[in-house]
């Protein structure tokens, strides 16, 4: 080959090389286009997918009721869905905002007043003298020391009115993927197809199948076992702090969700309010509310057992990482998708990388 005749074809190579790379670059820049514009809706999207493979098995169920009428049975799965997440939102509404609406009032001039106990030492025969004093000067304390830092409770307050406005967002965003997983509840034998056909082009067909079945699991399982069971533990404190009439009550059901899905236990916000209810409120009615608190907050212990799918034991801090990780990409929503994404990849990469510790081991 001569001279020319290589120069000719470096000068090919070249202009190849510069062609595919533009190309590549064109395919690259469209498809971050794309995921920049569909970015909105991912975790409503992932949502919806979570809520149908998890309630799939109750679908397949209420179809066989009804004659087979898939359509109707995903219908009335998304009524119910919806019923159950508007109708206690509706319930504590009211409660929520006048809670958010206190508490930014209050944060928004940079200082706080906590009441004194409305009742005298008298009323207090099963609590004691000491306790109440104690709860009176740790009420005085806590004041001060909090309108020490006026300028954080000042942005404490602008943020207590944005969260308000947040949770609504948040309502919306679970309406529209419980009609997101309706949909895809009509086409779940496709959709389970696609499953394992993805995973079968990237690991095999044997290994494909296995992880498609354990990500159904994985995920069927922390939904149950995790955000079912903090969401009966919420509604359950939310009915009993609505009977007792404490102020903000949505409010502090939402905190006591957040603590189930973190895996603490919801004492950690139903102890002081039980304490506080005995300072405005007759003994008995206090102890059957402290009672009722110590119940809501240790029912995991025999939920857990009923909801939570066998073979899938998920580590305490995937979940806690997942919960908190996901409510900080993704606000409320993600409060919930991300115990069940990470537990996910957790169970995944768990189950990929099984076979190369065995051969670890055997060798």
């Keep these: 080959m001569t001279s020319a005749d290589s120069s000719t074809v470096d000068k090919q190579f070249l202009a190849n090389a510069m062609a595919s790379a533009i190309q590549i670059g064109a395919v690259l820049l469209l498809l971050l286009w794309c ?150 509840l009509m086409s779940a034998e496709g959709g389970h197809r696609a499953s394992r056909n993805i995973a079968a082009s990237l690991v095999g067909p044997d290994r494909g199948d296995a ?21 009966i533990q919420a509604l359950a404190a939310a009915i009993g702090l609505l009977i007792i009439g404490v102020p903000g009550a949505g409010v502090w059901a939402g905190v006591v969700l957040v603590l189930a899905i973190v895996q603490l236990p919801p004492i950690l916000c139903l102890g002081p309010i039980a304490f506080w209810y005995f300072s405005v409120a007759e003994p008995v009615p206090a102890t059957i509310f402290l009672v009722f608190s110590i119940i809501v907050s240790f029912s995991d212990a025999a939920l857990k057992p009923m909801l939570l799918g066998r073979g899938v034991d998920t580590p305490m801090l995937v979940i806690l990482i997942g919960a908190i990780g996901g409510a900080l990409t993704a606000g409320i929503i993600g409060l919930f998708i991300g115990p069940v994404v990470l537990a996910l990849g957790y169970e995944l990469l768990t189950a990929w990388m099984a076979p190369d510790a065995a051969q670890a081991a055997d060798a």
Aim: net charge neutral; glycine share 10%.
């Design 211 to 231: 992880l498609t079945t354990l990500s159904i699991l994985t995920i069927r399982s922390v939904f149950k076992g995790v955000l079912g069971v903090a969401v």
């Design 35 to 184: 995921y920049s514009i569909v970015a909105p809706f991912v975790s409503i999207v992932v949502w919806g997918v979570v809520i149908s493979i998890a309630i799939y098995p109750l679908h397949l169920q209420l179809a066989a009721r009804l004659g087979g009428k898939t359509k109707l049975s995903s219908t009335l799965l998304v009524l119910v869905g919806l019923l159950i997440i508007v109708g206690p939102t509706w319930i504590l509404a009211e409660s929520t905002i006048d809670g958010y609406r206190h508490v930014a009032a209050e944060l928004g001039d940079g200082t706080v007043s906590i009441p004194p106990p409305a009742a005298t030492v008298a009323d207090w025969p099963v609590i004691g003298d000491k306790v109440y004093e104690i709860w009176s000067g740790a009420a005085t304390n806590l004041e001060a020391t909090l309108n020490q830092f006026e300028p954080q409770l000042v942005a404490a307050g602008k943020r207590a009115v944005s969260m308000a406005g947040g949770t609504v967002v948040g309502v919306l965003q679970f309406v529209i993927s419980i009609i997101i997983a309706g949909t895809l």
